[in-house]
């Protein structure tokens, strides 16, 4: 018998795949698509490709009534104002300028949610991990994720000023190679940590967490 404070969650190859799968089609994509199209045509059909491509995506979960990620949605809505400001200026400072900042809106959502039952993090980690009910209302997951979000809105605090900081410096080639490799060094450190905190949090709220177990078949009848 399952102990009552055992959670069971897909593998951490499951997670993995499901994780890198939405950073793939919601953010490394469209911007491999704008460089490719920058270098070989021009700013203005790498900005549409960008576009184009989130647009595909977002399409075909509709049509085929799979469940849209909330980041996914997010980082959709936020290209298209960058794609209507970079097509209406021409200006490849200010389309990487509007991103840049709204780290700093991320940020302040973050700790704007924290006290909330649920605050953004929560919902945003949902879309990774679908997490069991037992274990999204447990107060101590509630503290965790309210305590976390404060981790990520510093985060992204600190990847905007140094984003803003190279964009002002460097060209558009260095600032996306630098910038993108950059940025996803410092979440990866911060999502390693994140991750230990939530395994240290699960132990002193008495959760034994499961990953990857498959429940035992009923017998037949």
Not at 45 to 63: E, F, K, N
Not at 64 to 78: E, H, Q
Not at 165 to 175: D, H, N, P, Q, W
Not at 181 to 193: D, E, H, N, P
């Amino acid at each position: 018998m399952r102990h009552p404070h055992t959670i069971d969650l897909p593998s951490f190859r499951n997670l993995v795949v499901g994780g890198g799968r939405h950073l793939l089609e919601s953010t490394l994509v469209p911007a491999g698509l704008f460089y490719l199209l920058l270098t070989l045509v021009s700013f203005d059909s790498g900005v549409i490709a960008a576009l184009c491509w989130s647009v595909a995506v977002i399409g075909t979960r509709l049509v085929l009534r799979k469940k849209i990620p909330a980041v996914l949605l997010l980082t959709s809505a936020l290209l298209v104002a960058r794609t209507v400001l970079g097509l209406a200026t021409g200006s490849a400072f200010l389309y990487f300028l509007q991103p840049t900042l709204q780290n700093f809106l991320v940020a302040s959502l973050f700790l704007v949610s924290a006290p909330f039952n649920k605050p953004l993090l929560a919902r945003l980690a949902g879309d990774f991990c679908a997490f069991p009910e037992t274990l999204s209302g447990h107060p101590g997951m509630r503290r965790f994720f309210q305590r976390v979000s404060v981790l990520w809105g510093l985060v992204f605090a600190v990847n905007g000023s140094v984003t803003l900081l190279m964009l002002a410096r460097e060209t558009v080639g260095s600032f996306l190679m630098v910038s993108t490799a950059g940025s996803y060094s410092v979440i990866g450190l911060a999502i390693a940590g994140s991750l230990w905190w939530f395994r240290r949090s699960l132990r002193s709220a008495g959760i034994t967490l499961r990953m990857g177990h498959r429940p035992a078949a009923l017998p037949a009848a």
